[in-house]
């Protein structure tokens, strides 16, 4: 039994992308399109990742790929809680303005309560009044009847 002792060379995206564009110059039949080098480099991995040393190539970019879709579905969720607070933002805006109607209704209900105490007092001290000029009249009525019953015998 033989033991083999792989070495795996890291992925090559440049080299593979040579060996696919001397394919194409090779074969009339496909069509390649214009060479346009890679300048940017892909984006870094969100900073709360790392690689380990003994990952392969083709791990790393897999990982990478994995971390990024992660990170976009985070920052939406974070976009989200943004729709929230501005949610939480406006019912408080609603609490501090019902807040304030409420205060002026108690304060509406006090006056009307206060105004009917008021009425209550001016009704009942007009009745009094009234009753009091009544017996004035019945009184001195009786007293004018008693003076003409006088003057008769």
Not at 13 to 39: C, G, M, S, W, Y
Not at 121 to 128: A, K
Request: hydrophobic fraction near 35%; glycine fraction near 2%.
């Amino acid at each position: 039994m033989r033991t083999q002792s792989a070495v795996i060379k890291p992925f090559d995206a440049a080299k593979f992308e040579d060996e696919v564009r001397e394919a194409v110059q090779h074969h009339p039949h496909i069509q390649a399109l214009e060479h346009v080098p890679r300048t940017t480099l892909a984006p870094p991995v969100p900073d709360y990742v790392s690689h380990r040393e003994d990952v392969s190539e083709i791990g790393k970019l897999s990982a990478e790929a994995i971390v990024k879709e992660y990170e976009e579905t985070a920052k939406e969720i974070e976009a989200m809680g943004n729709v929230v607070r501005e949610m939480v933002q406006r019912c408080e805006q609603l609490t501090a303005s019902a807040s304030t109607m409420l205060k002026d209704i108690k304060s509406t209900a006090a006056r009307y309560r206060k105004e009917g105490k008021r009425m209550f007092t001016e009704i009942e001290s007009c009745s009094s009044a009234t009753d009091e000029v009544r017996r004035l009249c019945e009184a001195f009525r009786d007293k004018i009847a008693a003076k003409d019953a006088e003057a008769v015998k």
